[in-house]
């Protein structure tokens, strides 16, 4: 088995929608966090295709020389 996080693998990508839509509470949300890798761009954009809201906020680990960018991303369900 691989060490990366569902977000990179696009294979896992349907299952993580149903995943949340199956067991999201009422007025739930998703945060999710991810270094800014191309996969999760399109994870991203099909959720808002099927009405997800999708909020992002930049944070950066670390600090100086060393700090590194994390988006966190809010999804809302339609």
Do not use: C, K
């Amino acid at each position: 088995m691989r060490n990366e996080s569902i977000l990179y693998a696009d294979t896992q990508h349907e299952s993580l929608r149903r995943i949340f839509t199956r067991n999201l509470a009422r007025g739930g949300r998703v945060l999710v966090s991810d270094p800014f890798r191309h996969p999760t761009v399109p994870f991203l954009e099909g959720l808002e295709a099927g009405g997800w809201r999708v909020r992002h906020a930049r944070w950066a680990l670390g600090s100086g020389a060393d700090a590194r960018p994390v988006a966190v991303h809010e999804l809302t369900p339609p």
